[in-house]
Each structure stands twice: as structure tokens, then as C-alpha cells.
Antibody, heavy 121, light 108 residues
Framework: QIHLMQSEAEVKKPGASVKVSCKAS????????FGWVRQAPGQGLEWMGW????????NYAQKMQGRVFMTTDSSTNTAYMELTSLRPDDTAVYFC??????????????WGQGTLVTVSS | SYVLTQPPSVSVAPGETAKIPCGGN??????VNWYQQTPGQAPVLVMY???QRASGIPERFSGSNSENTATLTISRVEAGDEADYYC???????????FGGGTKLSVL
């Protein structure tokens, strides 16, 4: 069955970087891209960006431009999201999702369990 | 940028019908998806492309989308339906995804 397994929680200091992983299983890794969504404590879902399946093309939310970097490693079936120059308001649960994309249709059909990133001095 | 507007909360008695609206400018021209999230858990896809139920989602869940409002309808509401529900679209003008602010469904 399809499963996305994310890395463990992280605690980082302001200014540091964090790299969250999302290991996929149960399907052909190269057939789908990945998206990343975060959720601050008590808040809603915020789209961060996605990375395409075939060409690794990325598309980042305007708010994240310059600080977020998404990659994939097909040798380990793992997607990564790195966020740099961390601030306290980056404290959130970060989710990966398997991206379904088509003609003007984009959504996430499977999700990882989430990774809590805490930014605190 | 494109904005999706959801009411913060909707309350309904067990067995009744819940309607969760998602407002957006000409949202009827977009493909709307819906996710359900319970506390401490990852979101779960319940509806995609306006009215297509995701795998394993009961027929009690249905979706519609017209003009400026998309709606997730849950018939014969059960206690287990209590959750936060988020609408979601892809905006072609920016090539970005947008989530609504979420609606907490309370089953009285």
C-alpha cells in the first residue's frame, strides 16, 4: 500500500536550516511529484510548493521564495524539503503529499504523518 | 492573489446534513478539492475535482461548485465526521495552490 514516511521532529535555532525527508513506498516513485504544506500551531494549512515527478521542476509559494528548496532522490525514493534562515514563526508541522497533477487539476491523494519543526533560541 | 473564504465553524446534529461553503471569485471555473483533518493527524483527501469522492470516502459525502461558491455536503452526519475541513484549488494565473482557512465541523 502507498505510504509516505517523514523524518522525526527537529528543534532549531533562529537562522539555522532544517531538511525534512519524506520516504515513499508502495508505488513507482517517479510517477508522481511531491508537495509540501505546513501548519503552524492552531492554524490552517499553508502550501509551500511542489516538485515535479519527471523533470524535478519546482514551484514555490511566493512567501517562501529564496528560503525553501525541494529535491528528490529516486535512488532512495525520498523527497526533501529544506528551509533556510529559520525564524520562530516557521514553527509548524510540515507535511509532504503525493501530488496528482493533470489538466488544471492538482491535489494531494496521500500524505505523510507530519514533522514538527520548532524554532526557538 | 486568489483567496478562498470558509466560515470558521459549522455545527450540526447527528443525522442531519452539514453544508460547508468555500467562497472564491469565480471559483466555479476552478477544480476544488476538500481535505478532512482531525486533531494531531495529517489531512485526508475526501473530494477532488469538485465532486469526485476519494477512495474509501462514504457516499454521504458530496461536492458541488458553481459561480462563487463550492460546497462540501455531508449527509446523515455522524460523530466521526467531526473534524476540520479545508477547500483547496490550483490558481492558473499564479500557478500556485491555495487553501481555504478551514472550517471546524462540530457534531452536537
Amino acid at each position: 500500500q502507498i505510504h509516505l514516511m517523514q523524518s522525526e521532529a527537529e528543534v532549531k535555532k533562529p537562522g539555522a536550516s532544517v531538511k525534512v525527508s519524506c520516504k515513499a513506498s508502495g508505488y513507482s516513485f517517479s510517477s508522481h511529484g511531491f508537495g509540501w504544506v505546513r501548519q503552524a500551531p492552531g492554524q490552517g494549512l499553508e502550501w509551500m510548493g511542489w516538485i515535479g515527478a519527471y523533470d524535478g521542476k519546482t514551484n514555490y509559494a511566493q512567501k517562501m521564495q529564496g528560503r525553501v528548496f525541494m529535491t528528490t532522490d529516486s535512488s532512495t525514493n525520498t523527497a526533501y524539503m529544506e528551509l533556510t534562515s529559520l525564524r520562530p514563526d516557521d514553527t509548524a508541522v510540515y507535511f509532504c503529499g503525493r501530488l496528482i497533477s493533470g489538466f488544471e487539476l492538482y491535489y494531494f491523494d496521500y500524505w505523510g504523518q507530519g514533522t514538527l519543526v520548532t524554532v526557538s533560541s | 492573489s486568489y483567496v478562498l473564504t470558509q466560515p470558521p465553524s459549522v455545527s450540526v446534529a447527528p443525522g442531519e446534513t452539514a453544508k460547508i461553503p468555500c467562497g472564491g471569485n469565480s471559483i466555479g471555473s476552478k477544480r476544488v478539492n476538500w481535505y478532512q483533518q482531525t486533531p494531531g493527524q495529517a489531512p485526508v483527501l475526501v473530494m477532488y475535482y469538485n465532486n469526485q469522492r476519494a477512495s474509501g470516502i462514504p457516499e454521504r459525502f458530496s461536492g458541488s461548485n458553481s459561480e462563487n461558491t463550492a460546497t462540501l455536503t455531508i449527509s446523515r452526519v455522524e460523530a466521526g465526521d467531526e473534524a476540520d475541513y479545508y477547500c483547496h484549488v490550483w490558481d492558473s494565473s499564479t500557478d500556485h495552490m491555495i487553501f481555504g482557512g478551514g472550517t471546524k465541523l462540530s457534531v452536537l
